[in-house]
Each structure stands twice: as C-alpha cells, then as structure tokens.
C-alpha cells in the first residue's frame, strides 16, 4: 500500500516564506509510524504548487498512491481541496484524508461539503491514522466504525467515532529523526493557557505531556549527525518544566553539540536559571506572545500576563544575550489609537530586538471564533469562499480595513523608529563565563542590520553605523571570525581597503584557516593594487567558484594573459 502525506499550499504568499514553507512537524511523526509497521510512505512539501495543477497531476499518476493524507492548517486547506480534486480525477479509488488542526475543527464541513475526503482524521493523529491504514489495507470496512479520532461518511450521512485517547507516554512514538531529516522539534504537546485567539488549547488539551529528556536528546544528536546546525524548538512553552529543559541543556553542552536554537515561552514562564542554561546550550532566541500593550485587551485574549512580567523576562532574556522576540497582535476588540499608544509605550519599556505583528485572525477552534459564530449566528458554511481566513476586524463595525493598516504602519515605524535605542541600551550580564557568547550574540545582530532581515528596511536610520557598532562590540568580548569579517567588508564597502586589510589580518591572525576572511582580504589587496599579495592568498583558494574568479582577474591585472584565461575558463565551468 502506498500512502502519500502532502502539506498542501497556501491561498496568498506571504511577506515571510518561511512561515508557509516549512512541513508540519506531525507529519514526520505520522510517517515514522507508519514506517515502524513497514508501510511505504513519502512526504511531500507542496507549499509552492499553487497553479501548477499539470505538474501535480503528473506527479500523482507517477507516484500512483492509495492513500493521501493532507496535513491542514488553515490557510492552506484550499490547496488540499485542489489537489484531492485532481487526485481523484487521476484514480478515483484513491482515500483522501485530512488531518491537521485546521481539518479538525471542521471536519463536519468537510465531510459534507466536499465529496473528494473520505476521512477526517480528530485531533492527534499518529494512532488514528495508523488504525485508518491498517482496516483499509484489509479491507475491513466495518472496523472503521472502532478507529477512535475518525470522522467519515456512512450511509449517506457523516459520522464521528469516539475520541481517540491523548498519547499519554510519547516516548512510544519512534524517532522521526531516524527516517527524515528536519529542523522543527518539540518536547511537549498541550498548554496549560488558554488564550482566547488560540486553537492549541481545544486541540492539544491543557494537560501538558512531555517527551523525556534522553528522547528529545536522541532525536538532536541523530539531526546532528545528519549535519543540522540550527533547531526551532516549537513547544508551545519550551520553559514549561525547568528541571527538563536544564537537564537537556546539560546534556547538550555534555555532548558537545555545537547547535544553535530558538524556543517559543511566555513570560511568566522563564527565570534566570533556565536562561543561564538555556543560552550556554545554544539557545539564541525565545519568542514570547505579548500580544498587546493595553492589559483590557490582554485580558479579552485570555492572555493573563501582567505588564511587570513581560518587563522583567524580556529585560532577563536580553541580559544572557538571547534576542527576546515579541509576538503583538493587533486589530483585536476595542482596539483603539488609546490602546496603540498603550503597546507603543510596552515596546519602549521593554526594548525587544525583534517584534512580529500579527493581524488578529479568526480560526476555528478558537474561542473568539466561537464567539464570532455565537454573535451572528454563523455556520461553519462561511468557509465555502474561497479565503484564508476571517480577520476579527472585518467583524467588527468599530474598525475598518484602512484604520488596521494605520495602525500597523504606526507600530511598525515607532519600532524601526526606536530600534537604534534598543540597541544602544543592551544591557548584558557581566561575566566572563558569557563572553563568547555575547559576542557571538553582538556579531549575528550586527549581521541582522548589515545584510540580515533589518538591512533592506529604510525606516531605520544608520544601519551600517549601528552594524559597525555592535562588530566592535562583539570583539570587545571575545575574538568573533564573523565580526573581523563584517568590519573587513563595511570598511570594503566605503573604499576604505588599507583599514579592511588591518581588520580583516588581524582576524586572520586569530582565525587562519577562515576561508571568508582569506578571500575578503584578497579582495582588498586587489583595491590598492597588491596583486601579489592577493594571488598568494586566492590560490588557496581555487576550489572556491569566487576564488577561481579573482585570480583570473589578478592575472589579467598582471598582464599574464594566458593564466588569466585559464582561471577564466575553469570558472565558467565550474
Ligand atoms: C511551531 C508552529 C509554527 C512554525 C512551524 C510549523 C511547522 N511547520 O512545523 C511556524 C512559525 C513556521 C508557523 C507558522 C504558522 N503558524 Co503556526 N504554529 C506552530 C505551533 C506552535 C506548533 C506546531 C507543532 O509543531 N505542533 C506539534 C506537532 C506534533 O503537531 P502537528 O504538526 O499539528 O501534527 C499533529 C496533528 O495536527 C495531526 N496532523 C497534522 N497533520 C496531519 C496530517 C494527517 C494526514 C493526519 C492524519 C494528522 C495530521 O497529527 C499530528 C501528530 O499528532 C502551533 C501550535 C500548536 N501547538 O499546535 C502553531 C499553529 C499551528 N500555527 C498557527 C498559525 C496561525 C500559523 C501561521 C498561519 C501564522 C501566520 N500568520 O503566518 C503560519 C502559517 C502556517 C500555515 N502553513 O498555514 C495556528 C494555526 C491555527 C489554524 N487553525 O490554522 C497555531 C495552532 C497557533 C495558534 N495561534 O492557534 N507555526
Ligand atoms: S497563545 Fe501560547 S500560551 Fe496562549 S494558549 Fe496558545 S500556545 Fe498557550
């Protein structure tokens, strides 16, 4: 039996890409089981294939699968209608399945409205869907009435059986690192919150379960080996348990996984300890849903933080030099120029280095959705337009699309407006135990401002002032290759080459064997005419696409136009 697991794409590209592109980390647990009871299961990443119906037809006849299952969000449960649709053109006996928070909470209207699902997998899905495959592979169709978190239709009329059980020991789920290769881990599944634009509580349920320590320690050490770098830890609370999250840190540092991470908390959640460990591990950012300035608003999310809280874990975070990203949400009930002013003042006071605005949206499995539906007495039939989502404001006669976009705009430039400040103002922790850290922590945000996300952004004045700033910063602490590399190429960029080349030797003198540095030096020495110089450091250099190109344009700059030629063309071949 082959089966297909397919994240499906999106109505509306996105600002950031990355919020769309990546497949949901259940996905990978699903299959993983799958595998463990032998069947053949591939995953697809279809983000990108809106308008591409050729090409996805094409790739289902070759693929020829059994069985689809759809991972659902919201958002992207259109591009899973699209694509079932041609999968049943191309075999009609195919099963089509969808799971996924965003299939969960509409199950019923998929089930009646779309005749091209077949099943609805409720909730947690590796079990259910596992139980699905295993009555359809027999083809015992009675049994589907037992497969517990399953909705489908029967007799004409569709059916929800029981709820499946909660995995109450996850470890029992087999390590999906062993199979597939991914940057998305987590240690837990359910909050205990219950923030009223949130689907994860009516989901996942606000009993936490946890993966133990040596799991989630197992599953980074085998996507290390596989040569992954950099991992986003999606708990909902990562922090949720402090004697968990530090025992992990210890083992990672134990292990010596070089590594660096980013993890989601909230602020009430964190205290020094866990972020001294925390950031000895790696950990180089935590987002935490601020959601609003005005504490009215705050409490008409269900987001029951208090302003001294957010205050005092994004001063703490931003002392151990882990970035404090902040998630706001705006357009929310009585949002107002008052309550704008309010979130203003919030930014001001906590100085974070990083902010995402959010739109307040409407999803299903929400309790402002419910709410939505409660006040106008909506079905779920709404969802029949063809859109991504219900953003509140469009629900509520006080607001109007041109004022959320003022609104926006206003908080956006107040906060490039003062970043500069923010900046300015860091604060880390004295002691030497941290300095390579800090200044690592220094260099990769001077990068953000010189060539990272804040360098295209014209709203924030100085940028290369400030980048400079914060590489000297960094070398204040400890030697950093990154810094040398950045202040060798700000000066380059000014035509200053005699201070980039004192900048850039003295990195080398630190860091010889750095290859960025070698070839940004040689590019110097070729500015002031030092063609020796540079050719004695680019052939080192030639098994680099750049290095081949700058000695072809040394030797040409020396008149010897036969070698020239030659680097030439083993560049264009390369
Ligand atoms: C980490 C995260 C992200 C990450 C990465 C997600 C990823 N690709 O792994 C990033 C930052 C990229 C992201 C982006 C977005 N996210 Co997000 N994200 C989360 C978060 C915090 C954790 C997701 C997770 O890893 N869960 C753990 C794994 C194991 O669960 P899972 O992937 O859902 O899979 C299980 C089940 O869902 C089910 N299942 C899933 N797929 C399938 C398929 C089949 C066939 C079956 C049978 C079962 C099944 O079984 C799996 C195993 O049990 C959740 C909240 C939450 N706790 O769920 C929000 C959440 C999913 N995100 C949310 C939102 C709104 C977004 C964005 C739209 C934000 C934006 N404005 O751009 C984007 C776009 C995503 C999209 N494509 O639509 C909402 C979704 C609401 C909704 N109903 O759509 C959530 C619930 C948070 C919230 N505020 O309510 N997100
Ligand atoms: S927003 Fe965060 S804290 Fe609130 S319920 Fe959702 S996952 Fe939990």
Same mark, same amino acid.
């Given at each position: 039996m082959k089966i297909l697991l397919i994240y499906p794409y999106c109505l509306e590209s996105r600002?950031?890409?990355?919020? +769309? #592109?990546?497949?949901?980390?259940?996905?990978?647990y699903i299959a993983a089981l799958l595998k463990k009871h032998a069947y053949d299961v591939e995953i697809l990443n279809w983000h990108n294939t809106s308008n591409r119906s050729q090409d996805i037809k094409a790739e289902l006849i070759n693929k020829n699968p059994d069985v689809i299952g759809f991972s659902i969000l919201h958002a992207n449960r259109w591009g899973g209608i699209d694509i079932a649709r041609i999968a049943k053109q191309v075999n009609p006996q195919v099963k089509v399945v969808f799971g996924g928070i965003g299939a969960t909470f509409l199950w019923e209207h998929f089930l009646t409205h779309f005749p091209e699902v077949d099943f609805v997998v409720?909730?947690?899905?590796?079990? #259910?869907? @596992?139980?699905? +495959?295993? !009555?359809l592979d027999q083809g015992t169709a009675y049994q589907l009435d037992h497969v517990k978190g399953l909705a489908f239709r029967k007799d004409g *009329?569709? *059916?929800?059986?029981?709820?499946?059980d909660p995995i109450c020991d996850l470890d029992q789920l087999p390590v999906p690192a062993q199979h597939f290769s991914y940057q998305h881990v987590?240690?837990?599944?359910?909050c205990a919150a219950n923030c009223h634009f949130c689907g994860s509580?009516?989901?996942w349920g606000r009993q936490v379960r946890f993966h133990s320590v040596d799991y989630f320690v197992?599953?980074?050490s085998l996507l290390y080996q596989q040569g992954i770098r950099f991992f986003y830890v999606s708990d909902d609370t990562f922090t949720i348990s402090t004697r968990r999250v530090i025992e992990i840190c210890k083992k990672i540092i134990q292990t010596q996984m070089d590594v660096q991470w980013a993890a989601i908390s909230r602020v009430d959640m964190i205290n020094a300890e866990i972020l001294y460990w925390m950031r000895k591990a790696g950990c180089i950012q935590i987002s935490y849903g601020v959601e609003s300035g005005s504490e009215k608003i705050r409490k008409l999310l269900g987001k029951t933080i208090s302003s001294q809280q957010i205050r005092q874990a994004f001063e703490l975070t931003q002392k151990y030099g882990i970035m404090a990203r902040a998630f706001f949400i705006y357009g929310c009930p009585q949002e107002s120029w008052q309550t704008i002013e309010e979130t203003i003042e919030l930014i001001d006071a906590i100085k974070p280095l990083s902010i995402i605005f959010y739109i307040l949206d409407l999803y299903p499995g929400t309790a402002l959705f419910d709410d939505y539906k409660n006040r106008n007495t909506l079905s779920d039939d709404i969802w029949l337009q063809r859109i991504e989502d219900i953003m509140y404001f469009e629900t509520d006669p006080s607001l109007s699309k041109d004022l959320i976009l003022e609104f926006g705009k206003k908080l956006r430039n107040r906060f490039y407006e003062k970043l500069p400040e923010f900046v300015e103002a860091l604060d880390l922790v004295d002691d030497p135990e941290f300095y390579p850290q800090h200044s690592d922590f220094f260099s990769r945000l001077a990068l953000t401002f010189d060539k990272g996300d804040y360098s295209g952004i014209d709203a924030i004045a100085h940028k290369d002032?400030?980048?400079?700033?914060?590489?000297?910063?960094?070398l204040t602490y400890a030697p950093n290759a990154r810094a040398y590399l950045g202040l060798g190429m700000l000066y380059q960029q000014r035509r200053a080459f005699d201070e980039s080349i004192q900048i850039l030797r003295a990195g080398l003198e630190i860091f010889p064997h750095e290859e960025q540095l070698q @070839? !940004?030096?040689?590019?110097?020495?070729m500015n002031v005419g030092d063609y020796h110089q540079a050719l004695g450091l680019l052939l080192k250099l030639q098994h680099l696409k750049e290095g081949v190109y700058f000695i072809a344009q040394c030797y040409q700059a020396l008149d010897d136009v036969t070698k020239a030629e030659l680097y030439l063309k083993k560049y264009q071949t390369l």
């Open positions: 600002l950031n890409d990355e919020d +769309i #592109s990546v497949v949901p980390q259940g996905l990978f409720i909730g947690e899905g590796e079990y #259910s869907f @596992l139980n699905l +495959i295993q !009555c *009329r569709v *059916r929800r059986n029981s709820d499946a987590s240690l837990t599944r359910g509580p009516q989901f197992e599953q980074l002032q400030i980048a400079e700033k914060l590489y000297r910063r960094s @070839l !940004c030096v040689a590019i110097s020495y």
